[in-house]
Every structure is written in C-alpha cells, then in structure tokens.
C-alpha cells in the first residue's frame, strides 16, 4: 500500500507536509511560480498520481528536482478489517513500530471518515481506551492527509468520503498546526475539495487552541462535554481541572460567532449511573441554552477493564425526550463497527497479534467479521 514510487531519502521532503499555502512558498523558493501548488495538490489528491515523472505540466528540470529531493508517500496500512454493517477499520503503520487506526462508516447518502490525529493520547478521559496507552507523539501532516488518501484507495471510486471527523485516536487541537494543514486540504477545491460543514474537528476542550482555531480554520466544531459540574468533568476529562467549563463555554460561544446560525455540537457520552440522571439532563440545558448548540449523546462503549456501563436505553430516551423538549436539536449517535473495535473511543492502534503475520500478508490482509 505504500504509495511511494522512489526510495524515501534522508532529509528529502514529504509534499504531503504541505497545504497549499506551503506549496506555494516552496515553489516560489525553487524560483516557480506560486501556481504550481495547484498543478501539484491536483496530481495528488485528484489524479492520484505521485510519480513525479508523470506530471506532464511541469518543466524537465522542475520534475528532476523533486524527484531528486522530494517524496510522495502515504502511510501504510497492515490491516483492514470488515465489519457486519459495512464499518471499516484500517489499522495504519506510522513508523517505529506505531500503529494508528482509521475508521470509515458508510450511510446511506454520506461516508465519514474518523481520522486519527496523534498516536495515543496524553489526556487521561477516563471511559477511553485510546486514553489507556498513554501518548506517543503527534502524527505528521502527511500521516494526516494520508489516512484520507489511503482510505479513499481502499474504498474505490464507488464509495466517497463525504466527510471527515477529527475523532479518532489523539487529541486534534494539541497537534494544532498539522491538523490545521491537513483539514486545509481537505477542504480545498483542488485537493479533496470537502465542505466546511463536512469537515469536523472534536475537542475535549483546549480553550486557548479553541480560540487559535476560530481564527485559523472555518471547519465544524464539536466539543467532548460529557458533564455538566467541574466536579464530575474533572474526572471524566481531566483537562477540565485546567479549563473548567465557564471558559469552555465561552470559548464556543466565540465559535458559533463565525456565522449566522452556526452552531457547536456537544458529545456526551450516556454513563449509566454517572452522568445519566434528570438532573444532569435539566443541567446540560441550563448550559447549553447559552450557546447556539447541538447535542450529540454517544452510548458509551465499552473496551477491556473500563469500569463503566452505559446508560441503560430508557434512560438514554429519557435524556434525548428533555434535552429535545427544552428545544435542543439531539441525536442519539448510533454504534457502528462494534464486533470490530470500531466504536467510539475503542481505538487503540495495536495489532494484537504479536506473529506480525498480517504484516507478511501483501499487500493488505483483510478480516471480516463473522
Ligand atoms: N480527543 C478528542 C477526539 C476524540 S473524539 C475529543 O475528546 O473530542 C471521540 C469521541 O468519542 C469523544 O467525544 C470522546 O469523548 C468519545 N469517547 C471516548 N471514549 C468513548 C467510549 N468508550 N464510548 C463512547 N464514546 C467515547
């Protein structure tokens, strides 16, 4: 699956690192004109052509250099994995022996891909499982982007990602600036060209990026929520004890003034026990009727020793039936891939089989689930 054409040298420059803006500084730096970015992003991300030989509108020499000093090259997957209602599930070799994991849900008039944006997390959310291995290291640009590349081949040009949504493994507002390039070429005409209303980034609440983000990048925005005291946040997202929730909230009202009638979408995963009562249902209204909102509520999924069930469905409805009545737009978010570890926050990024038999199998090995 690894896309690249030429032998990857030392210090030679992944063009996937590079949104258009970036293209174009470079380009400008090889003495080209600035339109070259365009010329480029479109032989990527269109044609999917990366052999710099084939780019037939650029001069001899300009195709030598980058030849010479640059590369193309996607991350590889070493496992795909089917499940029953269509959910695919890739997991991606990031160098190093680090794996990462990408997830493809089809419906009936949208494909969203949930993509990863750090290899684990440093933020300790105690009902993740991504949250149990700990943090690894922020994911390129290019191992960004490509997750969206490799998806897209692998699904064929009947299926198409519509959307894409910055929710799986890692925290996508502490690895800003990748994130940032990489959402840019998502949504730009001449690479994937996906909507801004397409393209959402999930937040477990990193106000000051929060506010970086509103003035950087016009995607959509949703914010993990999950409680409505700092008592409880603080220990479901422990990110709260550093920005509790007045200045998050604060943070997404300064988002939702991007335009008219936008709005910020709320996660709140459905703990039974724990955050699933009609108080905490009359609270989550009090909050979110000062902000244009959505809510979201995610059944929580349960991984390997998570010490928590999920809401049970009547309290789930019960929840949905309030927050609903009191004139908040909510949706139950439906579980899917689960008998593939899919789900929301069931992403770990790990081959468990440690033969590394399936790294033997070429190009890719692929599971069904029964
Ligand atoms: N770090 C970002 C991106 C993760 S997105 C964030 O916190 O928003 C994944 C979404 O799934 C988040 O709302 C996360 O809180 C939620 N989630 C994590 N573990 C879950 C689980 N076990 N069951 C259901 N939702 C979960």
């Not at 003035?215 to 509790?244: F, G, M, Q």
Request: aromatic residues 6%; contains cysteine; charged residues 20%.
């Amino acid at each position: 699956m690894n896309s690249a054409l030429a032998p990857v040298k030392q210090k030679s420059l992944n063009l996937l690192d590079l949104d258009r803006v970036g293209l174009a500084a470079f380009f400008v730096g090889l003495g080209e004109k600035p339109f070259r970015a365009t010329q480029l992003l479109k032989w990527v991300y269109q044609e999917e052509v990366v052999d710099f030989d084939l780019m037939t509108n650029f001069s001899k020499p300009l195709r030598c250099y980058l030849s010479e000093n640059c590369h193309i090259t996607t991350p590889e997957i070493v496992l795909e994995k089917i499940a029953s209602d269509g959910t695919r599930k890739w997991v991606v070799q990031t160098g190093c022996g680090n794996k990462i994991e990408t997830v493809f849900i089809p419906e009936e008039n949208r494909g969203t891909l949930c993509v990863s944006s750090q290899v684990g997390c440093a933020l300790a959310c105690t009902f993740c499982s991504t949250a149990q291995q700990g943090f690894n290291r922020n994911l390129t640009t290019a191992e960004i982007i490509g997750q969206v590349m490799v998806a897209q081949q692998r699904l064929g040009k009947e299926k198409k990602i519509t959307n894409v949504v910055m929710m799986g493994m890692g925290e996508p507002l502490l690895n800003f600036d990748n994130v940032v390039a990489a959402m840019n070429l998502m949504m730009d005409d001449f690479a994937y060209g996906i909507s801004k209303r397409r393209v959402t980034i999930s937040t477990s609440g990193v106000v000051p990026a929060m506010y970086r983000l509103t003035e950087a990048c016009d995607v959509s925005l949703a914010v993990s929520l999950h409680a409505v005291t700092d008592e409880l946040r603080d220990v479901l997202v422990p990110i709260n004890k550093k920005y509790p929730l007045k200045e998050l909230l604060e943070a997404c009202r300064d988002n939702a003034k991007l335009a008219p009638r936008r709005t910020v979408t709320f996660e709140y995963v459905m703990l039974n026990g724990v955050n699933d009562s009609i108080e905490d249902a009359h609270g989550l209204i009090e909050l979110l009727k000062t902000v244009p909102s959505k809510l979201n509520l995610i059944p929580f999924n349960p991984f390997p020793n998570s010490n928590y069930t999920c809401s049970s469905n009547n309290a789930i409805h019960r929840f949905k039936t309030l927050l609903n009545d009191a004139g908040i737009v909510t949706t139950v978010r439906k579980t899917r891939g689960e008998d593939i570890d899919a789900a929301c926050g069931q992403l770990v990024g790990q081959v468990a089989d440690k033969s590394r038999r399936h790294l033997k199998l070429n190009p890719v090995s692929v599971e069904h689930a029964a």
